[in-house]
């Protein structure tokens, strides 16, 4: 019997929409079964959310105190336990599944598939190569098949599911040479999270600074859209890295993207090519991000904020 | 102590690639060649942590054919001791090249070794995650500062919900994210001292690796092109079409 395993991405209260895109990849390998693993400190909570993800027929709940924080060399021991029992491993390709996959993936002696953008079969995959200038097909060699999605690729699999929860006990040895010392997030408040987001607002360069990034966020905050930038605004100090969009950054699929001072770097634009709508507003007539946008309008972008906020 | 930094010879980031019409791949006769972005990076972060004084030595190692000395001679230039050239014409996927790094540490015992978090061509991100796992070493990918306190590093890694930071015991493995720091420019006299730094070539069937089974690449094509759409005059024009569309 040929299964699947997907690793939950959660925050140890919260299932990460990731997940319920991972689970679609991994429901059109047509296998026997998808079955969603939670590794958590106290993740019954978490597991009831995965129970709930349409296609999944088994949550696998491995409690331990070491899987508090999401780190790589604590969870993989586990996975490559759990392993065994399946013939696909599958978690999103986000800096969660990205740090862990491959670790999993070494122990085991088998080859990873990055950033599964398309199933073709079981073992064949097309993937994005060259910061998604290239779309290779690949093919994962015969046993266990190992890989990552590209979570913008995917819709999240629907909510009306209602798999069993089985607790798992992992008896397996944890190294003892990390230490998790803390997590600050970059405070994007009460806003949708970038990678779930209907609509996107973002800024670039043009934006000029962290001051003027106010009417970025008063811009999504009207139209409850989450807040993306540029790595030219993130690394001029304007808003904290986890708002970045693009190929080092976030890969998003929004339906609307609304980019406000950005250029268009070829990084940036491998981040936002499955959103569904991309508005561009940006002085430079011959910025790139034009050669891609649904509606461009060549203007400056702190009028158009303000004329846009009385219009909506 | 010492640091290995792994680099990769790839397209140049500026250069526009061009898959191949026959699905073979992307065109590479006559483009521009640089080391890995990600991978300069990581050269500078040992180069700034050897000049603190917390480490003596700085060697760099690729694995290719021979034109990726050119990379190692450019990584001699910035700073690096001394470089070691794994010679293949093979291609080398992640977990071979993994298993070859490890083959490289057993022999240097280096404290960190230090990688960019992916290579601009394949865009993996996998090499020092699977050194990590072979070598049962700690990982702390995705860098973007390092601190060196006698036999543990605190890293703060860029991940999707901000900023993480890992304290890791030494031996470990560092990948470098973008904003870990800005490599340093090659000053000339810099290029001329670094044609006479040692270069070591070591045959990759003398170092006993076990090639991983590998991925097939079976066609290459170009992405769907996203076509332009219209310029709009107006705020008004735009808020029109975005309500026809149910976007707003």
């Known amino acids: 019997m040929s299964k699947v395993l997907v690793i939950a991405?959660?925050?140890?209260?919260?299932?990460?929409?990731?997940?319920?895109?991972?689970?679609?990849?991994?429901?059109?390998?047509?296998?026997?079964?998808?079955?969603?693993?939670?590794l958590a400190a106290d993740g019954s909570a978490?597991?009831?959310?995965?129970?709930?993800?349409?296609?999944?027929?088994?949550?696998?709940?491995v409690q331990n105190a070491a899987n508090e924080n999401a780190v790589a060399a604590f969870l993989a021991p586990q996975i490559e336990a759990l392993a065994v029992d399946y013939s696909h491993v599958l978690a999103p390709s986000t800096t969660?599944?990205?740090?862990?996959?491959?670790r999993v993936a070494a122990h085991l002696g088998r080859p990873q598939i990055s950033d599964i953008m398309r199933v073709e079969s079981a073992t064949v995959f097309d993937r994005p190569v060259y910061a998604g200038n290239a779309v290779v097909t690949v093919e994962a060699p015969e046993g266990?098949?190992?890989g990552t999605v590209r979570t913008a690729s995917y819709k999240a699999a629907s909510n009306?599911?209602?798999a069993s929860v089985e607790t798992r006990s992992v008896d397996v040895a944890l190294p003892s040479h990390t230490r998790f010392v803390g997590l600050e997030s970059g405070g994007g408040g009460d806003r949708p999270d970038l990678q779930a987001a209907v609509k996107v607002v973002s800024g670039g360069r043009g934006v000029g600074s962290e001051e003027n990034f106010k009417v970025i966020y008063s811009l999504a905050d009207k139209l409850g859209a989450g807040v993306g930038a540029s790595r030219a605004a993130?690394?001029?100090?304007?808003?904290?890295?986890?708002?970045?969009?693009?190929?080092?950054?976030?890969?998003?699929?929004?339906?609307?993207?609304?980019a406000f001072g950005i250029s268009g770097a070829i990084q940036h634009l491998a981040g936002i090519k499955d959103a569904g709508t991309i508005v561009a507003v940006n002085k430079d007539a011959d910025a790139p991000i034009f050669e891609v946008a649904d509606y461009g309008l060549v203007a400056d972008l702190f009028e158009v904020i303000e004329e846009l906020e009385k219009a909506l | 102590m010492k640091i290995l930094v792994g680099v990769k010879r790839v397209v140049d980031f500026n250069v526009r690639i061009q898959v191949k019409p026959d699905g073979s791949g992307v065109a590479t006769d006559g483009v521009k060649m640089s080391m890995n972005p990600f991978d300069e990076i990581a050269v500078e972060e040992a180069l700034r942590i050897k000049e603190a004084g917390n480490a003596e030595e700085v060697i760099v190692a690729t694995i290719g054919p021979k034109a990726c000395q050119e990379q190692l001679r450019t990584a001699l230039a910035m700073g690096a001791d001394r470089a070691i050239h794994v010679l293949t014409d093979e291609e080398i996927q992640p977990l071979t090249g993994a298993r070859i790094l490890k083959a490289l540490a057993d022999k240097e015992s280096p404290k960190i070794v230090m990688l960019g978090k992916q290579a601009i061509d394949d865009d993996n991100n996998q090499t020092a995650q699977m050194l990590g796992a072979l070598s049962h070493w700690p990982q702390a990918t995705f860098a973007s500062k390092v601190k060196i306190d006698g036999d543990t590093a605190t890293v703060t890694r860029e991940v999707d919900a901000g900023l993480e930071t890992l304290s890791v015991d030494l031996p470990a493995v560092i990948s470098a994210d973008l904003r870990l720091n800005e490599p340093r420019y090659v000053k000339l006299p810099d290029i001329m001292k670094a044609k006479r730094k040692p270069l070591e070539v070591i045959e990759i069937a003398d170092l006993g690796v076990e090639v991983a089974p590998a991925v097939k690449v079976l066609k290459t094509v170009a992405p769907a092109k996203r076509e332009a759409g219209i310029k709009v005059e107006s705020v008004t024009e735009l808020v029109t079409a975005l309500k026809e569309k149910g976007l707003i």
Do not use: W
């Not at chain 1, 978490?46 to 709940?61: D, F, H, N």
């Not at chain 1, 969660?96 to 491959?102: A, Q, R, S, T, V």
């Open chain 1, 9 to 38: 991405e959660h925050d140890g209260s919260n299932l990460n929409g990731s997940t319920a895109r991972a689970v679609s990849c991994a429901s059109d390998l047509g296998l026997d079964a998808v079955d969603v693993v939670v």
């Open chain 1, 46 to 61: 978490v597991a009831e959310q995965a129970a709930k993800i349409t296609g999944v027929s088994t949550v696998l709940l």
């Open chain 1, 96 to 102: 969660f599944g990205k740090d862990l996959i491959p």
């Open chain 1, 144 to 146: 266990l098949v190992i």
């Open chain 1, 160 to 162: 009306d599911g209602s």
């Open chain 1, 234 to 258: 993130v690394d001029a100090g304007f808003i904290p890295n986890d708002h970045q969009v693009g190929q080092t950054g976030k890969i998003i699929a929004p339906d609307l993207y609304m």
